[in-house]
């Protein structure tokens, strides 16, 4: 299977070597994406930290979402973050992808990743109002984040281990 198809294509199935492969290759893609984006920042003097921070999973997606919150808490545009919540989008499209065709070889259905990201979800978003309350305080921008990358960190671990060691479906 090729990567293109392997990463972008949420149809089929997919064992858990290639499974493995994918998420492999996932984080490849984000590393050389974040080191193209350090070189294009210095060499254009960009400022891309909410880029990078839209390709890093766990951190990168709790800052982006409460900066996202904080927009929308504050009524105001945030034009600057509609790159970064896309770059997060194709991330996250890829890892569902790669979840989904896993799922399926395993004989589930895809409610253990709706579950997950609707979870995960709600916990950034909680998460963001919470830092957005501490600001005034010494802890507000760091504390909510920690805990919000701890709580994915363990939810997105559990699944995706588990995606990893159940059997295939096919050769049962």
Request: aromatic share 6%; with cysteine.
């Amino acid at each position: 299977m090729n990567f293109a198809k392997l990463l972008l294509d949420p149809r089929g199935v997919i064992g858990r070597q290639a499974f493995a492969d994918g998420l492999l290759a996932l984080a490849a893609i984000i590393a050389l994406a974040l080191v193209t984006l350090g070189v294009l920042a210095q060499a254009l003097s960009w400022s891309v930290g909410d880029l990078a921070m839209a390709l890093t999973p766990l951190l990168g997606t709790s800052l982006l979402v409460t900066k996202i919150v904080a927009a929308n808490i504050e009524n105001r545009a945030a034009p600057d973050l509609i790159a970064p919540a896309l770059l997060m989008g194709a991330r996250l499209y890829v890892l569902a992808c790669l979840c989904l065709k896993r799922l399926r070889d395993a004989g589930r259905g895809p409610s253990g990743l709706i579950i997950a990201g609707a979870m995960s979800l709600g916990f950034h978003v909680l998460m963001g109002q919470w830092a957005q309350t501490l600001l005034t305080s010494e802890m507000g921008e760091l504390f909510p984040p920690l805990i919000d990358v701890t709580f994915n960190l363990l939810l997105w671990g559990v699944f995706l281990l588990s995606l990893l060691v159940n059997r295939s479906r096919r050769n049962a």
